[in-house]
């Protein structure tokens, strides 16, 4: 941390590193070709690539692709949950110098085809037909580090989803950030649960663990017994958790097999320490925070060698990340407040958006809208400033779930919270003016027709009025509070 006139900055206990100038799929195969180690493998079905076949069929279907009219500066949309052929189609697009756009496959389709149009994305890339190239003569796009590689979708700090288009510069610059404190290597078995179309299973998990040599299991959502047992079966050396799946795992009271991990890692909300000391003695290995936002992929991270300071916290920066932390809504430096970010792997910006870009940066700092302090360098998430729920890891936008709800025509007004809870995290609750009569149970099946199941509104309760600013904002502080 430097201190004085200047603006107070905290750097990691790393020094920054080189960013090779290249493409993803360049980057993370690089050593694949001639490699026969198993690179991914489901759990369920049983389907695996090598290193080597990872690296044949990505190039294969890249020509494919190009052959069929796909060509740079096209998005081609993917909507699968994990599998190894995920691995091939991701690459794919990339290596054919489209950008991919991940999209959740729960969605309905009203909302994936919303995403589509978000990301121009053109067409759906089918991971049951991949094509393939008719010659080998075929030849690929050189490919342009600048360009974009994909789009993820993010509330960002308020407001409804938008498509945060992160180039292949960035994404390499996080990998490499990651590598010296998480050491990943071709010894290491990671659980791929979490899933590859959010930046924690698609930059944490996948990219990272194929770029290290690992093994990759997929596998679907469980319960706990069930993701410990297969934790055991593919002898898993790194694990990967959200807050409800270690809730799951630290209320477990069935049989917990052998384990062999190294560390565990919790992301995408804040953990409770009950939880994790629970979750730790089940798993038999350290279970620790890091940190990141789909704008800018892993920013905090705990090492390896340096499980044992602060488990509570999210860790440090990683290696070339800078950061603030200031009054919310201000540039004033305060110990308590928003963190902002600054490093090589934050977005290009939000797509077709540029006011909401603009809001997301203020003097070159990336605002996350989370409120943290730092202790010993490490730093602990307070709370969110940002009002998006997180149910089961998942954000949930409640501008998005309060429109559907003033569809109805029996609600006059409505907003939505996140209400905690144990097992899921956080769930939507709704605040509902009515102007005729219904009942809780309606809206909350009105809702659930109209977006994917982890949306759905959980609770109902009906309030005589909605609290707002004198400009017309939702106080959900208000909401929060116990006198509600």
Not at 112 to 141: G, H, Q, V, Y
Not at 429 to 437: E, M
Request: with cysteine; hydrophobic share 40%; net charge negative.
């Amino acid at each position: 941390m430097e201190t004085g006139a200047e603006p107070v900055i905290y750097r990691s206990p790393l020094p920054a590193v080189a960013v090779p100038e290249r493409t993803v799929p360049a980057h993370v195969l690089e050593h694949a070709r001639h490699n026969d180690k198993l690179a991914l493998v489901d759990a369920v079905t049983g389907e695996s690539l090598t290193y080597a076949e990872l690296a044949r069929q990505v190039e294969t279907t890249a020509k494919g692709l190009v052959r069929n009219g796909i060509k740079p500066g096209d998005t081609v949309a993917i909507a699968s949950g994990n599998r190894p052929r995920y691995a091939v189609g991701l690459h794919a697009v990339m290596a054919a110098g489209a950008t991919a756009a991940l999209i959740n496959p729960m969605l309905t389709p009203p909302e994936i085809t919303r995403l589509k149009e978000l990301a121009n994305a053109t067409t759906t890339l089918d991971l049951d037909d991949l094509p393939a190239s008719a010659s080998d003569e075929d030849s690929l796009p050189p490919g342009n580090p600048c360009d974009t590689a994909v789009v993820l979708f993010s509330s960002g700090t308020t407001g409804l989803t938008k498509a945060v288009g992160l180039s292949h510069r960035a994404l390499v610059a996080n990998l490499e950030q990651h590598r010296p404190g998480w050491r990943i290597d071709e010894t290491d078995v990671l659980a791929a649960n979490l899933p590859f179309f959010h930046v924690y299973g698609f930059a944490v998990i996948l990219n990272s663990g194929l770029l290290g040599g690992a093994t990759l299991v997929t596998m679907p959502r469980s319960d706990a017994g069930t993701y410990l047992r297969r934790l055991g079966e593919h002898r898993v050396t790194r694990a990967f958790l959200v807050p409800p799946l270690a809730a799951a795992i630290a209320d477990h009271e069935g049989p917990v097999p052998e384990l062999g991990l190294k560390l565990v890692l919790c992301g995408a909300a804040p953990l409770d320490d009950t939880v994790r000391r629970e979750a730790e003695r089940k798993l038999q290995a350290p279970v620790r925070q890091g940190y990141g936002l789909t704008e800018a992929g892993g920013t905090h991270q705990t090492f390896d060698g340096d499980v044992e300071s602060d488990p509570a916290s999210v860790g440090v920066l990683c290696p070339g990340t800078e950061a603030r932390i200031v009054e919310p809504g201000t540039t004033t430096d305060a110990a308590e407040g928003e963190l902002l970010i600054r490093g090589p792997q934050v977005m290009d910006g939000y797509l077709g958006d540029e006011q909401a870009t603009r809001d997301a940066f203020v003097d070159g700092w990336l605002r996350t809208g989370d409120l943290v302090r730092v202790h010993n360098g490490r730093f602990h998430v307070v709370d969110r400033i940002k009002e998006m729920i997180k149910y089961k890891g998942y954000q949930v936008a409640p501008a998005e779930l309060e429109a559907v709800l003033r569809r109805h025509p029996a609600v006059r007004d409505a907003a939505v919270i996140g209400a905690p809870d144990r097992v899921n995290g956080e769930i939507p609750k709704a605040f509902v003016v009515t102007q005729g009569d219904v009942t809780a149970d309606e809206l909350m099946a009105f809702v659930a027709a109209e977006v994917a199941p982890y949306k759905k509104i959980r609770q109902v309760e009906f309030v005589r009025e909605i609290p707002r600013s004198v400009s017309g904002k939702i106080l959900r502080r208000l909401l929060k509070a116990p006198s509600q």
